[in-house]
């Protein structure tokens, strides 16, 4: 059970609840005390019962991207029962099942807000940890905790037709996948590779096959072949052979780069056809050279896309629920996330952690 200690903050009554973060860059992932709001007219509140471990985590609490403010408590793929609801709240109910996702909270007013790309909001989105609060004059705490305060148009309803633990990830790796394949319209016909086999290019994978793709993982790990094939990947090609990478040029419509790790776009854009578009979703700490020439001949695109605006969030799960996706998961207990976090740097994780919050209650 996890009780409540009541603390008056700032002239707001917070509730100190448990959490995982990290206090600097080098130091290792520990147990913290952290404050959440009570729950203001339009907020509903979650007790977390399951949160992935997305490899954007270990950049923020390792400080490999600029900006992380310590203490961190980073995650962003929650799941969820609602404990209590403030009165002006329509959606949701003490009692159901409800996702967080990557961000809890925009401008609301923007044109991307209105179109429901808040992710993209023009006055900046607030991430759901290590962002300025609009609400509190804090810095947002992530989903390793076990309680989380979000406004109801930023929380996502979920099915219980699926297991939760393995529907968490959908809420960042799902959606971050679902919606390039949307906006790009990727389907039967299209040649698609997934570049990188770990929690996102999985759910690439899942995804793109269920769109009707014939789907071709480009993996430096051998021993994820017959996991491709299970996911439902039609071709399993290893990019550390320099000769299976040459007999891959203009074969693919579609090339959707996962990879966390610094790399060479030049040496994947010559796999692409005439009018290919390889859309990168990996965020490496540093920057990558691209010759001019690997776009003007072939008349080829490199974009970039950012998780997905709530309303496709709500699509992608209700999809997931209808066609009975869920991410493959390993499940550990929160003094397992250093370990965690060892093992997805080496590639080591099929294919998402995802941390049981039960085990932080206790
Ligand atoms: P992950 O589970 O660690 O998967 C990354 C995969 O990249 C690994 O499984 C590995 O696949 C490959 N890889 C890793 N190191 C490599 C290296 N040195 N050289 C070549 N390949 C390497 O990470 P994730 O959680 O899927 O996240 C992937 C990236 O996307 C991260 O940078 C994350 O921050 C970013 N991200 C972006 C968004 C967005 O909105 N755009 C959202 C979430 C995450 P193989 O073993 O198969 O080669
Ligand atoms: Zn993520």
């Keep these: 059970m996890v009780t ?79 404990t209590r609801v403030g009165e002006a709240v329509r959606k949701f ?39 300025p609060s609009r609400v509190e004059k804090t810095i947002t705490k992530g989903g390793y905790s076990t309680h989380i305060v979000v406004r109801e148009e930023f929380v996502l309803s ?23 394949l949307r906006h790009w319209k990727v389907g039967k016909g299209h040649q698609l590779a997934v570049l990188g086999l770990g929690g996102l290019g999985h759910m690439a994978v899942k995804l793109g096959a269920s769109m009707g793709a014939e789907v071709t993982v480009l993996s430096r790990s051998e021993s994820k072949r017959a996991d491709a094939q299970k996911l439902g990947a039609h071709q399993f090609e290893l990019t550390t052979n320099p000769e299976a990478k040459e007999n891959l040029s203009n074969r693919f419509d579609f090339i959707i780069d996962t990879v966390s790790a610094s790399h060479d776009y030049n040496e994947y854009l010559p796999m692409l056809k005439t009018n290919g578009v390889m859309i990168v979703l990996g965020v490496p700490p540093t920057p990558s050279e691209l010759h001019a020439t690997q776009l003007i001949f072939g008349r080829k695109t490199l974009a970039g896309s950012l998780v997905g ?8 799960l209700d999809y997931c629920a209808a066609h009975g996706i869920v991410s493959d998961v390993e499940m550990i207990r929160a003094d397992q996330i250093n370990q965690a976090y060892e093992r997805t740097i080496a590639g080591d994780v099929k294919y998402r952690f995802v941390i049981d ?6």
Excluded at 93 to 120: A, I, M, P, W
Excluded at 159 to 164: E, F, G, Q, R
């Design 4 to 82: 409540f200690t009541v603390n008056q903050l700032k002239g707001k009554i917070m509730n100190t609840v448990r959490a995982i973060g990290a206090t600097s860059a080098e130091a290792p992932l520990d147990t913290l005390d952290i404050e959440r709001r009570n729950p203001a007219a339009g907020d509903v509140e979650i007790e977390i019962l399951y949160c992935g471990v997305c490899h954007s985590d270990i950049h923020t609490a390792r400080g490999e991207w600029p900006g992380t403010i310590y203490p961190v408590v980073p995650g962003h793929e929650i799941v969820g029962k609602v």
């Design 93 to 131: 109910k003490v009692g159901q099942t409800v996702g967080v996702g990557c961000f809890v909270d925009s401008c609301q007013s923007c044109h991307n807000c209105r179109e429901g790309l808040e992710q993209y909001c023009e006055a900046g989105v607030t991430a759901t940890y290590n962002s």
């Design 158 to 180: 979920v099915s219980d037709k699926l297991p939760l633990y393995a529907v968490a990830p959908l809420l960042c790796a799902g959606i971050t996948t679902y919606s390039p």
């Design 309 to 316: 605006g709530i309303r496709e969030t709500q699509e992608m």
């Design 357 to 362: 919050m039960a085990s932080l209650k206790v």
